[in-house]
């Protein structure tokens, strides 16, 4: 089975990025018909951000493509990439700070780090947080198409916690998804789009981790496989000031930064995540 899942990958890897779209395109529209609990989460989390069913309609063939456009990203040549706010970055490595990217799941995730590499990985590497794959076979798989020239993985433990620190104070790059739902007791509950969502502690904690400044950023898919935008935004425009060193306050801020980030793209949203799943013992406060 692994050796079959490479290879499908590998070959996938060559095809255009228009045509691997197009695949997604289907994928995206077969799990929606298939799972009726992908639906109602799909329409659920849309509706408590406001947004009408043909917004979320319009992210189930983006869902598609997040997985279909994984083999060329992986494995296949590099694909076109525009920047939107490339200056933020170039300011900040400019100070000799240690940079923390914020990426909510908006658009294509993976792009945001490989370009970051590419453009800046050969004096500034940056290190990315990800949560290993449980099948071994994929876990090598994911771990070796995400390490690369200029780019590190780290994964969710405590060791991973203790690389990212050490690059941020190496005056490095690090990356994570600050809407991704942490273990219990990792995390306090902070409202996302009007609900309370269990949120990542960890973010504020890297922040913390001596000069360190944040941005944001998302990858948008261009339409017709024509490639990326990588968009860059400080923090503290989004925010109207710094971080907070309080935990649940800076719960809050990074919140509405990642709300912000996705009213500039909802159906490019990935809104069947399991954004309000509830930890094993950790219930939501009372209302």
């Excluded at 339409?223 to 935990?247: C, K, M, Q």
Aim: glycine residues 8%.
């Amino acid at each position: 089975m692994a050796f079959l899942i490479r290879s499908l990958f590998r070959a996938l890897s060559g095809l255009p990025l228009s045509v691997l779209h197009a695949f997604g395109w289907v994928v995206g529209w077969l799990s929606f018909g298939l799972s009726s609990r992908y639906r109602q989460r799909l329409f659920a989390h849309a509706a408590q951000a406001g947004y009408p069913r043909r917004v979320a309609l319009a992210t189930v063939a983006e869902s598609g493509k997040l997985v279909t456009e994984l083999p060329r990203l992986w494995l296949g040549r590099p694909v076109p990439v525009e920047w939107a706010g490339a200056e933020h970055i170039d300011a900040a490595l400019a100070q000799g700070t240690g940079v923390l990217f914020l990426t909510p799941h908006l658009g294509c995730f993976e792009i945001t780090a490989q370009a970051y590499a590419k453009r800046y990985g050969a004096t500034h590497p940056m290190t990315v947080l990800f949560r290993p794959a449980r099948k071994p076979w994929l876990r090598d798989l994911v771990a070796g198409a995400r390490q690369r020239p200029g780019l590190f993985a780290a994964p969710t433990t405590l060791a991973g916690v203790k690389q990212l620190i050490k690059a941020l104070k190496a005056g490095q790059a690090v990356g994570l998804l600050p809407d991704q739902v942490p273990p219990q007791g990792q995390g306090v509950w902070a409202p996302f789009f009007g609900r309370d969502a269990y949120t990542m502690t960890l973010s504020a904690r890297l922040a913390q981790a001596g000069r360190v400044q944040i941005l944001l950023s998302w990858g948008e898919r261009l339409p017709w496989g024509r490639g990326y935008r990588v968009h860059v935004r400080p923090f503290e425009i989004l925010n109207a000031g710094p971080l907070s060193t309080d935990a649940d306050e800076a719960a809050r801020q990074i919140n509405r930064a990642m709300e912000a980030l996705v009213r500039e793209c909802p159906a490019q949203y990935l809104w069947s995540y399991d954004r309000y799943k509830q930890p094993h013992r950790s219930a939501p406060p009372s209302p």
